[in-house]
């Protein structure tokens, strides 16, 4: 196979893995949190990250201890379910316009929340197991730097996704609504996570 045939490849697959994950729910309430452009650049360079780890791993990342994985896992999204249900109990938060809101952290900081929360909720994700198994479909770097690379592009392009939509949904709908579903929907992940551990 050629090197762009291997990258539309993991393009396409990890594109369909990633749409109804929680990848662009995670991009998403970010987006209504903090000012949409260092989201997608930490989201990015998380990706990146856990990208050449899968690519790099291949096939042996299957072998890691899923428990502990999914227990990590569980314990992210159950504090972030705590902490964006608690947010949207705060009375004021409607009160600051949301252009304001998103200039209270500074770009550095952003990026490094969005690099946290995407790299964590990453680890064991089927779009990095699905990375490392098609890399381990064949041999040879130029395989594994195409398969990365395509991976990497579909996720972007989910995350870039979730952000237009977190703009569009926060022009329209109550921000304290939209931080209690993403905490509702962070308490289901990690509930899922916390029973896949246990099984």
Known sequence: MTFLADAAIAFA???LVELPD????????LSTRYRPRPVLVGVALAFAVQCFIAASAGGLLTLLPRRAVEAAVAALFAIGAALLIRESLDKGEDDVPLAQAREVASTRRIIATSFGVLFAAEWGDASQIATAGLVARHHGVEHAVATGIGAWLALVAVAALAVVAGRAVVRRVPL????????????????????????
Not at 176 to 199: C, E, M, P, Q
């Open 13 to 15: 697959v990890i594109l």
């Open 22 to 29: 929680k990848t662009l729910v995670a991009s998403l309430v």
């Open 176 to 199: 304290h609504l939209v931080h209690r579903t993403a905490g509702g929907v962070f308490a289901v992940f990690a509930l899922v996570a916390a029973v896949s551990a246990a099984t």
